[in-house]
């Protein structure tokens, strides 16, 4: 634990669910609902410093997530993403994409193209709640 990190002192979001290895954590991020990160807890860097074991069970996680996340939210697309530039956590982002939403063809991070759909985003956002729901179903209340 390093008290200068954040992902070390929060959990890094809305936290839906967490073992010792890894959490699950809803990003705060008001353009896309639903945005979740899969986050390891120890501060390994790259995919490529886990174990085979260690990395089978997280992208056993991130496919779980991904899976509930197609049927709750029927995104255009999920894209997954591990940059990691910012904090030496290992963390992928699950991201459900619209083809209205704001970014998209582009990645999230991409310089906007249109402004927030209102009525798209107040769907998302319900949907979101059945996403945790079914996140959590899955892998586990906390
Ligand atoms: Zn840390």
Known sequence: MNTNCPLCTT???ELLWKNEEMRVIFAVEPD???????IWNEHITEMSQL??????RLHHIIMLVEKAMIEVMRPDKVNLAAL???VPHLHW???PRYQL???FPGSVWSEKLRPSNQEHLKTQQANAVLLRKKIQEILGVL
């Open 11 to 13: 959990d890094g979001g």
């Open 32 to 38: 896309y609902p639903g945005f979740c990160r899969v």
């Open 51 to 56: 174990t085979v074991d260690q990395r089978t």
């Open 84 to 86: 990691g530039n910012m």
């Open 93 to 95: 982002h699950v991201i």
């Open 101 to 103: 939403d704001v970014c």
